[in-house]
């Protein structure tokens, strides 16, 4: 299924700072229930995918990442 058809679920952390480990076991958890749900032939017949965004724990970066998640990602 082409990125049209997907529900995108976007994960805003910090992937680059000092709570890495604890936000990669994030991601890679919420990366295997997006698995299991696309295996499962996904939400009402559309596949799930997460989408991350470092914010870096600053706010100012969450907003932005935010945003851009919103604009680029829809």
């Not at 076991?25 to 990366?31: K, V």
């Not at 997460?50 to 919103?70: E, F, K, M, V, Y």
Request: hydrophobic content about 40%.
């Amino acid at each position: 299924m082409d990125n049209e058809g997907r529900i995108k679920i976007g994960l805003i952390s910090a992937f680059s700072v000092q709570h890495r480990d604890w936000t990669i076991s994030q991601y890679m958890g919420a990366q295997l229930a997006a698995e299991e749900i696309n295996a499962r032939g996904g939400i009402l017949g559309r596949q799930v995918s997460i989408i991350p965004c470092d914010d870096a724990l600053n706010s100012d970066r969450a907003t932005a990442g935010t945003i851009d998640l919103i604009e680029k990602e829809k």
